[in-house]
């Protein structure tokens, strides 16, 4: 768990400061110096406080992007993208079947690979659909060949388009339709919809509290934190990166959050929530970002507030920038 993950839950169970809490880490930390983190830290006060860390995890709802190799027992959902062919197999000891599938939410993609016969049969009756929102417990996390993949297994549970869960905001960005514009061709409402062009100017990003199992923005009350959804919840620090990009005929306002700014950044998830502690040394590392070129795909949006309109990005890409330059020179042949 991240640091601040662990204050709010002992906050939440313990009627104590974040002062006091604070304290009590730098005192762990100065008695065992290097040979512990912050993290690990906070776990021992957690532990010596009496707070339940991990019992509460088994109950969180993780969204795909927080999905690692060997986690087990893990709730999640999102909306079927993709189901593929149910396939039979047969071994020396066993046979059976096995189907896989395509789950999304608003964090990433992944596959998801159903073992149970009673699971199976609900591909097979029709009964998961395309589109469908799912709810997986008790599955378990794979790596495979660099993707990590859920797996279900016969205590798993799979729930059909369960009441209070929806996901209007997920694309499937590899099957997306989009068309190719300039930047002054951009119409408001364009959507979905791709731009190519160069950084040209580049904001310190800004964080917005959310919670860790929706992640939708949670609000401050008091010294703690509530999710409309969850009621008093742990939080973790969103990104917002604003930017500017310059595709020759015009200029755009670029907002990007979560993972498409860590890929505009080429930073990591830690490396990023750096500069909430540190903004003034995005100052510096902003150099590295203009003149980068991107390929965007997302949606022109109108800033009310501003007058003009903008562009939220849901896929980054990098361009090369000898391929960008050869279709400009081709184009003008044209």
Request: net charge neutral; charged share 30%.
């Amino acid at each position: 768990m991240k640091y601040e993950d662990i204050l709010a839950r002992i906050r939440q169970q313990k009627t104590i400061s974040v002062e006091e809490i604070e304290g009590r880490v730098k005192e762990k930390l100065q008695k065992l110096s290097d040979l512990l983190s912050k993290e690990g830290a906070a776990h021992i006060v957690a532990n010596e406080l009496g707070v339940k860390l991990f019992d509460d995890l088994r109950y969180r709802q993780f969204r795909i992007s927080d999905l690692v190799g060997g986690m087990r027992s893990v709730t999640i959902a999102g909306k079927v993208m993709k189901i593929g062919n149910v396939i039979s197999y047969k071994k020396e000891t066993r046979e059976g079947k096995v189907a896989n599938l395509f789950l999304a939410d608003a964090s990433g993609k992944m596959r998801v690979v159903l073992w149970d016969a009673k699971h199976i049969k609900l591909i097979e009756d029709g009964q998961i659909k395309e589109g469908d929102v799912l709810k997986v417990t008790k599955a378990n996390v794979r790596a495979n060949n660099g993707f990590t993949e859920l797996h279900l297994n016969n205590f798993s549970e799979l729930f059909v388009n369960p009441p209070g869960i929806a996901f209007p905001d997920v694309v499937d960005m590899q099957q997306l339709h989009f068309i190719d514009k300039k930047i002054q061709e951009l119409q408001e409402k364009d959507d979905p919809v791709a731009i190519t062009g160069t950084i040209v100017q580049a904001f310190e990003p800004r964080f917005y509290p959310a919670c860790v199992d929706c992640g939708k923005k949670a609000f401050p009350e008091g010294e703690q934190y509530r999710c409309v959804e969850h009621g008093i919840i742990a939080i973790e620090f969103v990104p917002i990166l604003n930017t500017f990009l310059d595709d020759g005929t015009d200029g755009i306002r670029v907002v990007a959050f979560r993972n498409q700014a860590e890929r505009i950044l080429n930073l990591s998830k830690e490396e990023v929530l750096k500069f909430k502690e540190d903004a003034p040394s995005f100052e510096a590392f902003k150099n590295q970002l203009l003149g980068r070129q991107f390929k965007l795909v997302g949606k022109v949006t109108k800033n009310e507030m501003a007058g003009r309109n903008e562009f939220v990005a849901r896929l980054v890409l990098d361009v090369h920038p000898v391929e960008a330059a050869q279709k400009i020179v081709e184009e003008i042949s044209l």
